[in-house]
């Protein structure tokens, strides 16, 4: 089973045991980025879905996505960021830098879409 499905998993048992039981939110739902990430993903995909239709929006995220945390070969992004000699990929890049990938994409697809319009 892929990371992510294994994650969607337990995350929907414990929203559902939340929303049941919990009434102290701050202190029962506790989420990493990684977490967050993996939501938006699952978000996008059931959107997906549920509309057969995709955005710039969700292109983009699912590409970041896929950089950021490479599952199949052909998932990472190679950077320009050298660091002993090695070229970084965006998965070994801080988090705020991995951000700023994601904002260009976004920025990207969101042109491209415009100039196709025009």
């Avoid at 939340?18 to 980025?33: G, Y």
């Amino acid at each position: 089973m892929p990371a992510c499905a294994s994650w969607s998993n337990a995350s929907c048992a414990n929203t559902a045991n939340f929303l049941k039981h919990d009434l102290n939110n701050i202190k029962a739902v506790k989420l990493d980025p990684g977490e967050v990430d993996f939501a938006l993903l699952e978000g996008v995909a059931l959107l997906l879905k549920l509309t057969k239709k995709s955005t710039p929006e969700m292109v983009a995220f699912s590409r970041w996505h896929r950089a950021v945390y490479p599952n199949e070969p052909g998932d990472e992004l190679l950077t320009g960021v050298e660091q002993e000699g090695k070229q970084l990929q965006v998965h070994e890049l801080p988090r705020e830098a991995q951000l700023e990938l994601g904002q260009f994409l976004l920025e990207t697809y969101i042109i491209g879409e415009v100039e196709e319009d025009e």
